[in-house]
């Protein structure tokens, strides 16, 4: 074979596993982007909200399987937080009464000094809007999960994750 026809025997497997890769991803994500999907069309007949603007809405699991969004309301035009069970909303709260991400994470620095690698998302636990917060503790080795209340950052809540069940 001359080089030429190597040259292109080479494009063609690269091209044909960067479709087989992009095939692949598009079927791990299916099924993702369709209950997502579908949670956009419940919140659309709702009303409450306006989804053709910018907006956030992220699936979260605790007790149970919840989606919390940041929407601009219908109504009174602002940014508001909620959570919605898979078919009616369980929690409201405006955007200007929760503390920011940033001033939560600034909060847990002042409060766990020997937190490390804090990741924080909003969430709903015990009937109310919460921000969880997952960090390394350093002085004991152990990840835990700790939960505050996303209208004032009073502690709710902590869990220690053992290490037999983490990767």
């Known amino acids: ?6 040259t292109v025997l080479t494009l063609f497997l690269i091209l044909l596993i960067i479709v087989g890769i992009i095939f692949f991803y598009r079927y791990i994500h299916k099924g993702i982007w369709q209950e997502t999907s579908e949670m956009r069309e419940v919140i659309e007949q709702a009303s409450l909200y306006n989804l ?6 992220n699936k979260y699991i605790w007790e149970d399987r919840y989606w919390i969004l940041l929407a601009q309301s219908n109504v009174s035009e602002e940014m508001i ?9 369980l ?19 002042a409060s766990k000094p020997y937190a490390q690698d804090i990741k924080l998302q909003p969430g709903y636990m015990y009937g109310q809007l919460v921000w969880e917060i997952k960090y390394k503790d350093t002085a004991t080795e152990h990840l ?21 069940t983490r990767p």
């Open 1 to 6: 074979m001359t080089r030429r026809k190597w």
């Open 52 to 57: 053709d603007e910018q907006y956030v809405l």
């Open 81 to 89: 937080y909620s959570a919605w069970s898979t078919q009616e909303q």
């Open 91 to 109: 929690a409201v709260l405006p955007y200007e009464e929760a503390m920011t991400k940033e001033e939560m994470l600034a909060h847990v620095e």
């Open 144 to 164: 835990k999960i700790a939960f505050y209340r996303m209208t004032d950052g009073n502690f709710i809540d902590e869990y220690t994750i053992p290490k037999e």
